[in-house]
């Protein structure tokens, strides 16, 4: 049995949950989204375009538009107050949401290993790959992780979220501990995995206590700023994708897009959107 909710609406209860329950929890994009109000933005001189909008013109557009190179200053402007208001970074996280199915069949590939109904997502091996890289880069000081939550109904979904309990109800299993398998499967959140072509038992993580050991065991450099980190942090993500066999062209040329050098904040967001659109992979920095 398929989801019925998509992996869009998992990430957004637990990333809110996830800031509830932890002391702060800031996911960049999502700021930057909320303070500018818009996602995409172009200006265009097609009257075809203009009239089905609601404002047709004969010679010049309604609006003007702006340079692009303000909105950008006033970005980086934005990134850095907020930065500079905020505790000092202690640890970085990267999640990978996955939307589960149900299997309730005797006949299901891995039923042998449960012998009852179980949840299970599969591993796909460019992203693991990539994540695995990302791992052995920064060694301790970030927590690469699948989250997957233990239903596949969109309104137990939901009122795990009412409940806050969307991370109570979720599996999470550490990237690195995927090496070699296509598949996970569990029963219930918060028990053990078998990881599978070759079935190998995986341990269950403590989120909330592996993020605050990450904290206490981290070897970031505390002389550093907030933006000292973010810059550092998102340019070993940048160099690692560069070089992957599988998504480093395609990144290559999304960054080609984006000549931003005179604002290192913005163009390290705009970077990780850059990855979050690619990989699909949600940074979140803990303080």
Same mark, same amino acid.
């Given at each position: 049995?398929?989801?019925?909710?998509?992996?869009?609406?998992?990430?957004?209860?637990?990333?809110?949950?996830?800031?509830?329950?932890? &002391?702060?929890?800031?996911?960049?994009?999502?700021?930057?989204?909320?303070?500018?109000?818009?996602?995409?933005?172009?200006?265009? %001189? !097609?009257?075809?375009?203009?009239?089905?909008?609601?404002?047709?013109?004969?010679?010049?557009?309604?609006?003007?538009?702006?340079?692009?190179? *303000?909105?950008?200053?006033?970005?980086?402007?934005?990134?850095?107050?907020?930065?500079?208001?905020?505790?000092?970074?202690?640890?970085?996280?990267?999640?990978?949401?996955?939307?589960?199915?149900?299997?309730?069949?005797?006949?299901?590939?891995?039923?042998?290993?449960?012998?009852?109904?179980?949840?299970?997502?599969?591993?796909?091996?460019? =992203?693991?790959?990539?994540?695995?890289?990302?791992?052995?880069?920064?060694?301790? !000081?970030?927590?690469?992780?699948?989250?997957?939550?233990?239903?596949?109904?969109? !309104?137990?979904?939901?009122?795990?979220?009412? &409940?806050?309990?969307?991370?109570?109800?979720?599996?999470?299993?550490?990237?690195?501990?995927?090496?070699?398998? $296509?598949?996970?499967?569990?029963?219930?959140?918060?028990?053990?995995?078998?990881?599978? *072509?070759?079935?190998?038992?995986?341990?269950?993580?403590? %989120? %909330?206590?592996?993020?605050?050991?990450?904290?206490?065991?981290?070897?970031?450099?505390? !002389?550093?700023?907030? $933006? =000292?980190?973010?810059? &550092?942090?998102?340019?070993?993500?940048?160099?690692?994708?560069?070089?992957?066999?599988?998504?480093?062209?395609?990144?290559?040329?999304?960054?080609?897009? &984006?000549?931003?050098?005179?604002?290192?904040?913005? =163009?390290?967001?705009?970077?990780?959107?850059?990855?979050?659109?690619?990989?699909? %992979?949600?940074?979140?920095?803990?303080?």
């Amino acid at each position: 049995m398929k989801a019925n909710f998509e992996e869009k609406s998992y990430e957004s209860y637990f990333n809110s949950e996830l800031s509830s329950l932890s &002391e702060v929890y800031f996911a960049p994009g999502q700021a930057t989204e909320g303070y500018f109000g818009f996602d995409v933005a172009a200006f265009s %001189l !097609n009257r075809r375009l203009w009239r089905r909008l609601g404002h047709p013109f004969w010679i010049w557009p309604p609006f003007s538009g702006t340079d692009l190179a *303000s909105v950008t200053l006033e970005m980086e402007r934005f990134h850095g107050e907020v930065l500079d208001d905020l505790p000092q970074i202690r640890c970085n996280l990267l999640f990978q949401y996955k939307r589960p199915e149900r299997m309730e069949r005797s006949t299901s590939s891995e039923w042998k290993h449960w012998h009852v109904p179980y949840f299970r997502y599969d591993v796909d091996q460019n =992203q693991q790959k990539l994540l695995e890289a990302i791992h052995h880069s920064f060694a301790a !000081n970030v927590l690469v992780a699948y989250a997957a939550p233990a239903t596949v109904d969109v !309104n137990r979904l939901v009122q795990c979220s009412i &409940e806050r309990s969307i991370i109570n109800n979720s599996n999470f299993k550490k990237a690195a501990d995927l090496s070699g398998h $296509r598949r996970n499967t569990y029963v219930h959140a918060g028990t053990h995995s078998v990881a599978c *072509s070759e079935p190998k038992t995986i341990r269950n993580i403590d %989120l %909330l206590e592996t993020i605050e050991q990450l904290k206490q065991e981290t070897s970031l450099n505390s !002389n550093l700023t907030n $933006r =000292q980190l973010i810059k &550092e942090f998102v340019n070993g993500v940048r160099a690692v994708i560069e070089q992957d066999e599988y998504f480093g062209a395609s990144f290559r040329q999304l960054l080609e897009r &984006e000549r931003a050098n005179d604002y290192p904040l913005y =163009q390290a967001f705009s970077t990780m959107a850059n990855v979050r659109l690619l990989t699909g %992979l949600q940074w979140i920095v803990g303080f």
